[in-house]
Structures are given as C-alpha cells and as structure tokens.
C-alpha cells in the first residue's frame, strides 16, 4: 500500500492502474488530469507530475519495506505502470468476477460464490475517494456498476443454493445507497420472498416505485414489475430465481450428456450461412436451444434478435450435425418480397442443400416426403427465418423423434399451433449486456458511464436493434454527450421515432407486425395503447375496448401470439416499453378523437365501479360519499371478489394504472371522474403507506368539489388531506386541513363530517402528547357520529378512545372500548380492522402485566391479517409481537421482528412509526445485552423524536438511551442522558419515565446493564 499526495499526483496514479502494463498516451494522460481544462503545456504538465509520482512511490517503498518499487516507464509519447495487474485492487476483482462468471457458465456455483466473496473483500471504501474531474466520476461510476453486477450475480448464484435469509442481510445496504437499482432491488425483493417474507418485498417494490417517480420520473421497468406481480400471485421464490447462463451446448451438463453424433451418411455439404460477428449475452437461451434435439422456435417482437440467436446456435450445433447449416428466409415481414408459399419454400431448400432440379420431384407431395426423408437420414441444421406462421411450415416440420437433423423457426409469432416444437420466447438484453452492447458499438470514452447507459437503455427495455441504432446515432453525433442523450429520451413523447440513424429506422420493423393483424385486432393493439399504467387486466382491457370479457381476451391471444404484447401473471398484460408507445402513436395517427374519447371514458366508469366496490369490501367503516349512478352506456361489471383479500390484491396490482388514470382524467378535463377516482381509493392510499401521492391527488380533489360547490365532498377531500399530512410528519398542515374541515361541516350540518374531523384533531393532539384534550374531542366526536346515526364511524371512535385510555394508564376502560369496537369491525365483516383493533388490545394486556395474552393477540392480528393489513400494520404488529416475547429462547426472533418493522418503516418514509420501532427494537438489543447496538438504536430514536418535536417519545429514548450507556461503562454519558430524560419527562407530565431515569441515576453500577425496561408502555398513534 503506497500512500501518494497531492491530488494530481493521485490521479495519475489512478490513471496508470487503471490501465496498468499498458501504455497510455501523453493526451489520454492529460485528458483524465485536467478534463477540458488543459494547462498551456499538457505535456509538460503530465512529465512533471510523474517525476512526482515516482519519487511518491520510491520514498514510499522505502518506508514500508514493501516490495520492488512499481516502476513507471516511458516509451515514446506514452507512459505505463509497469505492474502485475494483479496487484491492482480493480484488477483483481475484475478477474476474480470474470472467473465466477465462467464458474456459473460451467454450473459450478460453488466455487463462483467463492470467488465473488473474495472480489467483494477488496472493497475497503468509496473507490477513487478524493479525486475529482470527470474522467475520475466516469471511473467511480463504472467501478460501481462493476461492483453491483457482482452483487447480483452473487445473489442469483446464492439464492439458486438456498441462501435467502443470507442474502437479505448483504443486499439490503447496497439498495439502501442505490434504491432506484432496479435490478438490484428485484433481487433484494426476491431474497424477502424466498426467506418467507413477503410483504416486506411488496414494501420494498412501493418505496422503489415511489423513489423512481420522485427522482427519474419513470415507473418500474418490466423485470421489477414482473416480479411484483408474480410474487403477488404466490408463484415460489425457488421457481423465479435466474438460471445459471451455461456457457454453450457443449460446456452444458446436458450437452456433455449426450451422444456423440453418428457417421454422415455421405461427404457433408457446405454450409450456407454467413459469418457472424459476435453476440452479447444470450449464453443462456443458447444453452437451452442447443440442449436438446427436434424442432425449436425462437418467437419475440421486431429486432429482438431472433435471427442473430438462432444463427450462433446454429454455429455451436455444426460439430453435433456436420451434414450442413442452412438458413431460408421465409419473408413474414420483408418489405420487398412477399412470404414464401410452402409450394415455393420446399424447391428453395433443396436448391440451398445443393439438389440438382432434376432430382427433385415436381410433385409437392413427393417434395415434402423427400424432404422428410432427408431429415431422418442426415444431420442438417436448417433455420426457417421469419415465419409468417404454422401454416407456413408446417408441412415443412419433421414429426417429433423421427428426424436426425435440428430445426430452428425464427417468428414475431408464438407458433404454438405446432406440436411437438419446444418454444423459446426472448426478450430484451440484461442490463449488463445491454450497456456492453452499447459500448462496444460506440467504442469512445463518450461512452463510459454505464449508469447514465443503463438510464437510456432501460427506457426501451434493452431492445437489441433498438440499442444498436441508437448507439450508431450517438456515435455519429460527436457533440452528444450521455446526459443529452438521456434527457432527449426522458422529454420524448414518441419514443419510437427517436431510434433511427442515417440508413435504419426501429418504426418500419415494428410497422409489418401491425400491418400483419386483422383490423380488429389492430383496433385493439391501438386502444390498449392509450391505457396509462404500466400493465393492466383483464377486466381494464375489456372496458377500454368496449368489449365482453371473453371477446377481449382472444384480441390479448391474438397480441400475446403476434408478439405484440406480454402476460406477466395470470390475465395481467403489459407492453414493452416501445410497443407501448408505438401503440399509442397508432392511436393519434389512425383513430378519431371520439374513439379516443369514447375509450376513456368506458375505462374510468369502470374503474370507479370496480374501485368502489372494492374499497367498500376492504374499508366498510370508511367515511365516504354514495358514488353517484353512472350515466349512458353501462359500464362492464366490475370483478366479483369473494374476500377482502382479493380485492386488496386486485388494488396492488393495479395501483400504478389507477394513479396513472387518475391524473390523465385530471389533465384532461375530466376532473369531476378524477375526483371521485381520488376519493374511491383514498382509503388504500392512505392504509398501504401512498401517502405522498395522495397529497398530490387531494390538493386537486379539493379544488373540483370547491369549484363545484360540493360541500361534504370537500370535507371528506380537506380531511384525507389531513390526514395525509399527519402521515407525513407535517402536524401544521394536518391541523389547518382538519380545521378547514370542521368549520365546513359545521356549517352545513354535516354531523358525519364534523365527527371525523373532530375524531382527526383528537388524533393530531394524541400525537402531540395532550391526551386528556385528545380524549375530550374523540368523546365529542363519538357523540356527534351518534346524532348522525353513523354506527361504522362510532366504532372507530371507540377504538381511538380505548387507546387514549389506555396511555392514561386507566386499563380497564380501554378493554372496554377496544373490545367493543372490535366487536363492531368484526359485525360488519372489516377484517382489517378487527385484525388491527387486536394490536391495541395486545397492547393493553402487555401493559396489564399478561405478557401471555398479549403475545397471542398479537399473534391473532398477523393471522387473520395477513392478507388484507397494510404492510405497515403489520410490521407495526411485529415491533409489538417482539416486545410480548420476553422469553430468553424467544429473542432471536423478538430481534428479526423488530429490525423487520425498522426496516418497513424505513422504507415507506413512516417517521412516527419508525421512532416507535426504534425503540422497542433498542428495548429488545438491552434484554439481548447488545448493549453498543441498543445504544446507537437509541441515539437514532433521539434524534428522530427531536426532528418531530416529539417530546414524550423523546424523553423515554434518552431514558433508554442512558440505560444504555451504563450497560457499556459509560457513566458520564448515562448520566447526562439520563438527567435530559428527567427534565423531559417533567416536561410533558410523563412521571413512569421520569422515575425510571431517576432510579437508573440513583443506582449506577457496571450491572446497569440489567435495568431494561420491559414494561414501557405502548405508544401513539392509533388504528383508525
């Protein structure tokens, strides 16, 4: 280890590893040092600092003893470390990866987890850390990526052996300082699913969801989102992991299985295909298609790379099948031939395996049995190119088990009227090949920022033509930089038309699979392009299309069949990112605006419909309005849900599409549809931890019920907004709108209104501390929501009530109340809040002293909750659940609940909650005598309650925080802790927690350790 200053000594330094045993020129010296920024003397400059640098290295090998000196040697106009690059930190993680990556291609993951250990011990810190310029960012940038991809790697090869729980704790950091990493958060979220923790993986899909709108202004890409939905549909983790890419058919265990290829029954003919140049990626479709013998087809959209796969497949399959590779191009979509016949496709392939015409039959029948007989005696590799069809090759395809020969079909069509064909569905690059597809093409530094190109490239999904279009378009444009590029396509609003250079255009190639459909089914390629979320089911696309179910879904066959389209579960369908706006470009171009017009409108009746009925299920003791009839055409059923928990699966799923909608209507003058969109699913929002959005959507909700005149509906909109802010830790806000609100239901005798917003400043005070004042207006609350006769609203007063009883230590009255409003939840069937009203009674048991009961509540709650309870509530339940498990054999999993709740809380930005979780969590780190964990955990709290003006909260964390201290020795700390948790405490009448400081104060021993806090009693905020 050399230690070497100043910083432009540094970075040269850093330059030459960089490129270490290879000489760099003068001008690529001086452009890493200064950027554009060059001395008058550039030459001059980088001589003087290497006379700097090897006197650096000398005085530094002679200090430490360390080996030969790293000598730096000239030759010509250029400079080179003269080093093993091996000794290069980079360098050898760079071929510690390299050989994990051959070790998985060769199936042996064990010795890759090894390797990739050992490449991730080299990281000690940030690399390059001090240096700046752009040719250090670019470095740092690329270092990271690199870093990353091995990160992922190690995931799949680790959680294709088993090791979920293992990889949570090591992906979790790195998607903690790289949360819009979309890959890595899809591995993140398949190591929770995995280690049977599955709504903290759907918590972590909405924050990523959430971090990608608020910093890219993009949704979730189609592998995340995939992932979402099928983890959504219970499919096990084992089954969603990524394969190994075995390198080809003949490193693949299957291929080393096989038979070697018999004798040729005579002298093998030339083969008829043309040089290839390299593929990126694909090793594992090609191990798949190589692996096995018969017909295979290769089906995906325009330009996905269909012919290039087939082709290198058909170059590993030469040694296997020596009798000759042939290709015939069948021109399904070919602009200047139309499709081959069979009648014309079979004369073509004899003439391409060489067949004299007249020994040929000029039968078609005879034809195809010579043809047949042909592939059952010899061993050809034949690729059909561009198959319009099964009808096109059918007769062409040999039976199953009767041929000797390998048969590839390339089609946009899925072919899957052919039997006995296995099928091979492809789809875009990975992001890493993606991003070396595209370096290689452009092959400049311009090019080195492989975030910034995996920012391009997701946007179209790492389509394989589309990126080498767009590579030669940039490269062609010297004045381009990266950060241009991606602005360019972010602003864009046809996507499609921005993939062109001067001889290729990615339109036309989409343009013959259109062209290619009936004209029904092109009608309804063109609607479903308007849809304005990500994906969408079955039901939303009937509606769009104005169709009944069943009609709907042979359109979606007939788009799935073509290519066209993608099921990523079960009746759920998604474009590619470039099919998507390509369609919606048909729509503007080919449809009128009333057939626009018409199709919203069937779609936003018949999400209002079905987001009614379903919030209705989940949240029947909501407040809300009667949805007034629709008027006109009816609109298509909404899904009949048999449980709570379907119609909450059915809003998760389709929440991005729903918010997408709600604001296109807003947009689009069709804000009395937005507005009541906005209130139909307030509830979720609010509930599932969308809280941000939802302030977004209540702000315009106000101002349509406002123009309108609609006075309870601005009530309703004034507290959810309040509601929001409170969710948010903006108290003032969230006083203002529930004030507004109030005033506004008293004056129009709107004694629901008025009892909820009474109910929500009863709220707000609790939240505060003041409990008597909170539990005066909860009481006031509950009287006004009798004199309406609203009973669902007086059952969630009863339980606000019970709680704040219950922080007034008077126990009984709070079972009374939690009781009773658990009976009504549960009269009316709300599971949810009948599983959350079971928290609070826990709460009180533990309180009680009955630990026992208390655990079993909890319990219950997470039972008969865990599929309608947000995921917030539950983890709230969780960090409850390991404060009742006061059993030594139990804090193992009292710790891996309340670090889960931490986490959950973390992740949906849940200040207030996350302050309680700290807390039990550093409760449960005392009792576990992890006293330096419990220690910072606390701090956390402190600072967190100090941040939110929590006071209370506050006083019982320097408390803890004191206790602490002492565990650790720390005396003098526990004491001022301790003495600020007094003072507190006093503050805010909180006399349990002043006590306890001051018996920990008057009693400080090295066994402090020993005084934790097992009773402390359970804390705001309420279920509601």
Not at 467 to 472: K, M, Q, R
Not at 707 to 735: K, M, Y
Not at 790 to 807: A, T, V
Request: glycine residues 6%; proline residues 5%.
């Amino acid at each position: 280890m050399f230690a070497v200053s100043p910083e432009k000594v540094r970075c040269l330094l850093a330059a030459l590893a960089w490129d270490a045993g290879r000489p760099l020129a003068l001008d690529t010296l001086a452009d890493r040092l200064w950027d554009a920024r060059l001395p008058a003397d550039p030459a001059g400059g980088v001589h003087s600092n290497v006379s700097k640098l090897r006197r650096a290295l000398n005085n530094a090998a002679k200090a430490e003893s360390d080996g030969p000196v790293p000598l730096i040697l000239s030759r010509g106009h250029a400079y080179t470390l003269d080093v093993d690059p091996g000794i290069v930190d980079y360098h050898r993680f760079r071929r510690l990866t390299g050989r994990a990556r051959e070790a998985t291609e060769h199936g042996d993951d064990i010795t890759a987890l090894s390797l990739l250990d050992q490449a991730n011990a080299l990281w000690t810190g940030d690399p390059l850390a001090g240096l700046r310029g752009e040719w250090a960012n670019d470095a740092r940038a690329t270092l990271t990526d690199e870093r990353l991809a091995a990160a992922v790697t190690h995931a799949e090869v680790g959680m294709r052996m088993g090791h979920f729980a293992e990889l949570v704790t090591d992906l979790a950091p790195l998607v903690s300082a790289h949360p819009t990493h979309q890959t890595l958060v899809a591995r993140l979220m398949l190591a929770l699913h995995g280690a049977g923790r599955q709504d903290e993986a759907l918590a972590r899909y909405q924050a990523t969801f959430r971090n990608l709108g608020k910093h890219l202004g993009i949704a979730p890409g189609r592998e995340l989102a995939d992932l979402h939905a099928q983890i959504l549909a219970g499919e096990p983790a084992a089954k969603l992991v990524p394969r190994a890419r075995l390198l080809s058919a003949k490193t693949s265990p299957a291929a080393l299985a096989a038979p070697a290829a018999p004798a040729p029954l005579s002298p093998a003919t030339a083969s008829s295909l043309r040089p290839l140049r390299p593929l990126v990626g694909r090793e594992r479709e090609l191990a798949e298609l190589t692996a096995g013998p018969g017909v295979v087809s290769i089906s995906g959209m325009g330009g996905i790379g269909k012919t290039a796969l087939a082709l290198h497949a058909a170059q590993l399959l030469h040694e296997r099948y020596p009798d000759g590779s042939h290709l015939l191009n069948l021109h399904a979509n070919s602009a200047s031939q139309a499709p081959l016949t069979p009648q014309q496709a079979v004369p073509a392939l004899f003439r391409m395996l060489g067949f004299p015409s007249g020994a040929v039959p000029t039968e078609h029948e005879q034809r195809i049995a010579l043809w047949h007989r042909l592939l059952e005696e010899r061993r050809y590799v034949i690729v059909l190119d561009d198959v319009a069809d099964g009808a096109q090759v059918r007769a062409l395809v040999p039976v199953p088990g009767q041929t000797r020969s390998f048969v590839i079909l390339t089609s946009r069509r899925r072919l899957s009227e052919l039997t006995g064909v296995r099928q091979h569905f492809i789809d875009g690059l990975s992001p890493e090949h993606g991003v070396e597809l595209f370096q290689r093409l452009v092959n400049s530094e311009r090019a080195g920022n492989a975030g910034r190109i995996r920012e391009i490239l997701g946007r179209f999904a790492y389509h394989p033509l589309a990126t080498e279009i767009l590579a030669s378009r940039f490269r062609g444009r010297r004045s381009w930089s990266l950060e241009y590029l991606a602005q360019r396509l972010a602003t864009s609003t046809r996507l499609v038309d921005e993939i062109r250079d001067t001889e290729r255009d990615l339109r036309p190639v989409l343009d013959f699979s259109y062209l290619a459909l009936a004209a029904d089914h092109q009608r309804a390629f063109r609607l479903l392009g308007l849809y304005p979320g990500p994906r969408f089911a079955l039901p939303s696309a009937a509606a769009l299309l104005g169709l009944a179910p069943a009609e709907a879904e042979r359109s979606l066959e007939e788009l799935l069949d073509a290519s066209l389209l993608q099921e990523v579960a079960p009746e759920l369908y998604a474009f590619h990112d470039l099919l998507g706006g390509y369609a919606a470009s048909l729509a503007d171009a080919e449809g009128s605006p009333e057939e626009r017009e018409a199709a919203f409108a069937r779609l936003l009746s018949f999400e209002l419909a079905a987001v009614d009925q379903a919030d209705r299920l989940l949240y029947p003791h909501r407040l809300r309005l009667d949805r007034p009839e629709h008027a006109g055409d009816r609109p298509p059923e909404p899904p009949a849900w048999g449980t709570p928990a379907e119609a909450r699966r059915w809003l998760v799923a389709e929440l991005p599409g729903l918010l997408a909608l709600q604001r296109h209507a807003a947009a689009h003058a069709q804000s009395a549809e937005a507005a009541w969109l906005a209130h139909s699913f307030a509830g979720f929002l609010d509930v599932e931890g969308f809280w941000h959005e939802a302030i977004e959507l209540h702000r315009a909700t106000i101002e349509h019920w406002r123009s309108t005149g609609d006075r309870r509906g601005e009530v309703r909109a004034l507290i959810d907004l309040g509601n929001a802010h409170r969710r948010t830790a903006q108290p003032l806000r969230a006083v203002a709108a529930i004030n507004e609100a109030l005033a506004l239901a008293r004056l129009t005798d709107d004694f629901s209104g008025a009892a909820e917003a009474l109910s929500q400043r009863g709220v707000l005070h609790g939240d505060a501390g003041e409990f008597d004042d909170a539990l005066t207006l909860q009481r006031e609350a509950l009287a006004t929501s009798r004199t309406a006769g609203d009973s669902r609203q007086s059952d969630r007063i009863l339980n606000n009530i019970g709680l704040l009883s219950m922080f007034l230590q008077d126990n009984s009255t709070a079972l009374a109340h939690l009781e009773a409003a658990h009976a009504g939840f549960q009269r009316l069937g709300n599971v949810g809040l009948a599983a959350a009203t079971l928290n609070n009674i826990g709460q009180v048991l533990l309180l009680q002293g009955d630990s026992r009961s208390a655990r079993a509540a909890f319990e219950r709650c997470l039972t008969s909750g865990a599929e309608v309870l947000s995921t917030v509530d539950i983890a709230s339940a969780r960090s409850n659940l390991a404060t009742a498990l006061d059993r030594p054999e139990d804090l193992p999993t009292a710790l891996a609940l309340a670090a889960s709740a931490v986490d959950t809380f973390r992740q949906f930005e849940a200040l207030r909650p996350l302050l309680l979780a700290l807390m039990t969590l550093g409760d449960v780190q005392l009792r576990a005598h992890q006293g330096t964990a419990a220690a910072e955990t606390f701090q956390e709290a402190v600072v967190l309650a100090t941040a939110l003006d929590a006071d209370r909260e506050r006083a019982a964390s320097e408390r803890s925080l004191g206790i602490a201290e002492l565990s650790l020795g720390h005396y003098d700390a526990g004491r001022q802790h301790l003495t600020t948790a007094i003072t507190l405490a006093s503050h805010v009448h909180d006399q349990k927690t002043a006590d306890e400081a001051k018996k920990a104060l008057s009693s400080i021993t090295p066994h402090a350790a020993s005084m934790v806090d097992e009773s402390r009693a359970p804390l705001w905020p309420p279920k509601s």
